[in-house]
């Protein structure tokens, strides 16, 4: 009998526990308008790429939402219709002119932000029609939301992150740790065959197909999971 795959032993293993303690919390943007946040503390979080900064409200409760570039402890961030077109002010987007750029971006009305989160990350929009505004995606793609989604304007903090190389492995061991992942990532074809179904031969390679069925026992269900289609896909594309 074999060994359990890495898939099984995550489900019982502290080892691959991610260390929630560590985590200052979620960040949405404030569900109240016409307000005024203080920034009171810029807080480096494991599990974000981009730094988060600590909002103080008026009402005297503390929230948690992206930094962006220019923020520091002190700083206000008005949120409403009303404001400023200030890196880190929060507004609807229909408020915002065309060619601004935003981040933490609402894909519905009151959803706290969804998109354009991560370090350096930003939108832009591109023109408004009607009730919707169409917005650059940091794809490049273009989208139209309704008017009512709120955005922070501004580039997101952080930017840069990844230029720097990790330089070591144990660099990329703590990285990866930090967020409950294993590495080195040892791949299947290069284990024994006790400890993976994809294991063992004179080479590496599957030695057979690698797609699997949706109801397939845990321990088996390894390589492509249930897919749509197999093969070249040579035939006529609808």
């Keep these: 009998m074999g060994k359990r795959i890495r898939a099984q032993r995550k489900g019982s293993s502290p080892r691959y526990r991610v260390r929630s303690h560590r985590f200052p919390g979620s960040n949405r943007m404030p569900r109240e308008n016409d307000i005024v946040g203080e920034v009171t503390e810029l807080i480096h979080s494991p599990v974000h790429s981009a730094p988060l900064a600590r909002l103080k409200l008026p009402d005297g409760d503390t929230t948690l939402v992206v930094a962006t570039e220019g923020l520091s402890v002190g700083s206000n961030v008005a949120v409403g219709n009303n404001v400023s077109l200030r ?19 609402e894909l519905r009305p009151g959803d706290g932000g969804k998109v354009a989160r991560s370090a ?7 023109a408004k029609i009607g009730e919707k505004v169409r917005i650059r995606m940091p794809s490049g793609a273009l989208k139209e939301l309704p008017a009512n989604c709120r955005a922070t ?40 065959p006790v400890d993976h179904p994809h294991g063992g031969g004179n080479h590496q390679a599957v030695h057979g197909p690698n797609s699997v069925a949706r109801g397939t026992p845990p321990g088996a269900k390894v390589g492509i999971i249930a897919p749509r289609r197999t093969g070249r896909g040579r035939g006529k594309k609808v």
């Design 87 to 105: 890196p880190g002010n929060i507004t609807s987007i229909g408020n915002i002119p065309e060619g601004t750029a935003i981040n933490n971006l």
């Design 153 to 192: 304007i501004g580039v997101l903090a952080g930017h840069g992150r990844d230029e720097m190389p990790l330089r070591t492995a144990g660099a990329a061991y703590y990285k990866a740790k930090a967020r409950g992942k294993l590495y080195p990532h040892v791949s299947g074809v290069a284990m024994n």
């Design 120 to 126: 350096g990350n930003s939108c832009y929009v591109e």
